[in-house]
């Protein structure tokens, strides 16, 4: 005799809703993850802007009136000063303090903190 089943059994219902519940966990978790990276990578767009639009001011400045130097940019504070200086050239020190990454700890993704301190040098020439 020949059992004529439609639907499912409780046991595939209940199993298919397990892995709908996973893949959905899943995706919510990869969302969080999307978004803080986002937020990391826009972060780390505004700091670089920064240190650019202090390097520009630095260049447009005449080597010969080139000296220690401060602005203010968005979120992040920059200060420059010179480390070094012989005829044709000077070695200047670069600092942006700002919101910033973090290091996260082996296996986590990194954190923001409001206050971290990059250095840069850079080397103007006289052309």
Same mark, same amino acid.
């Given at each position: 005799m020949k059992l004529n089943r439609s639907g499912l059994?409780?046991?595939?219902?209940?199993?298919?809703?397990?892995v709908l519940a996973v893949g959905i966990l899943g995706l919510a978790a990869g969302t969080g993850w999307v978004? @803080?990276?986002v937020d990391l990578a826009r972060l780390e767009t505004? @700091?670089?802007a920064a240190f650019q639009a202090a390097m520009e001011e630095v260049r447009?400045?005449?080597l010969e009136e080139l000296n220690s130097g401060a602005a203010l940019h968005g979120h992040f504070e920059l200060s420059w000063s010179i480390e070094e200086e012989a005829p044709g050239w000077k070695r200047m020190q670069v600092v942006v303090v700002g919101p910033g990454r973090t290091p996260g700890s082996v296996g986590a993704a990194p954190g923001i903190s409001p206050v971290v301190a990059d250095?840069?040098?850079?080397?103007?020439g006289r052309r």
């Open positions: 059994t409780l046991i595939e219902l209940i199993v298919s809703m397990l978004i @803080r990276s505004h @700091r670089t447009a400045t005449p250095t840069f040098e850079y080397l103007v």
